[in-house]
């Protein structure tokens, strides 16, 4: 089975700030790692994913996460953050040849002005 | 503006009735899914559709009927539902098949359940 575990429930940063918000997963084979991010009344929609190559990827809106695979691990990262940030930030693991998509329960990031 | 819509976006509904979410996604996608998003609780898997047809249940309660009459829509029938099935349905479309798949989500539906 595979499980994703979002250990920040709640993150509150000011502007300016850095932000890492960690995600392990479990899981005994290859795997697919997502990032979604759902702002205040919208939908969820993909942030990054990482499949292969190059461990370190690059999202929309100067997220990055990085894979490390010895840590069982995808933390998200943004070297300053935004009001506009707030949202709540979800991890997602796909196991090969899976098709459905593994949450954690998600973290409320709140950026104060 | 997402790809994959849903109807109705807001629903209540009493134990005894007969409802239908419907989603449509308009991303050529072959694959949908239904999640529910509950209060303090990780989305959960409820069904998946391959090529139209039904491959995943998970352990889904038979009140919860799905749908998949071609592979742009999908619907989810309920019926009897209780006050504990209030919660988030989203509705969720990928491309199999294809190296790089990510699921894309609808907007949802809020069920209110008395």
Same mark, same amino acid.
């Given at each position: 089975a595979q499980s994703v575990s979002q250990h920040n429930h709640h993150v509150i940063l000011s502007e300016a700030a850095s932000l890492e918000l960690g995600c392990n997963y479990s899981y005994g084979g290859t795997v697919n790692l997502f990032w979604y991010v759902q702002y205040p009344g919208q939908h969820l929609q993909l942030l990054l994913k990482y499949f292969s190559g190059d461990p370190l990827v690059k999202g929309i809106k100067g997220f990055e996460a990085e894979f490390i695979k010895s840590k069982f691990s995808f933390n998200l990262r943004k070297p300053s953050v935004q009001w506009s940030d707030t949202a709540e930030y979800f991890c997602a693991v796909r #196991?090969? #040849?899976?098709?459905?998509?593994?949450? #954690?329960? #998600?973290t409320r990031l709140q950026v104060q002005p | 503006e997402t790809g994959v819509t849903q109807t109705p976006r807001h629903l209540v509904m009493g134990m005894t009735n007969k409802k239908s979410l419907k989603c449509e996604q308009h991303l050529g996608h072959n694959a949908m899914y239904w999640? !529910?998003?509950?209060? !303090? !609780?990780?989305? /959960?898997?409820m069904f998946v559709y391959s090529l /139209? /047809?039904? =491959? /995943?249940?998970?352990? =889904?309660p038979s009140r919860f009927s799905p749908e998949c009459p071609n592979s742009s829509h999908l619907f989810l029938h309920l019926h009897t539902l209780q006050p504990e099935d209030s919660a988030l349905y989203l509705c969720a479309s990928s491309q199999l098949l294809r190296d790089r798949e990510a699921q894309y989500f609808g907007p949802g539906t809020r069920l209110l359940v008395l």
């Open positions: #196991g090969t #040849g899976r098709r459905a998509l593994t949450f #954690g329960s #998600g | 999640y !529910k998003q509950s209060a !303090k !609780k990780p989305l /959960e898997l /139209e /047809e039904r =491959v /995943e249940n998970n352990s =889904v």
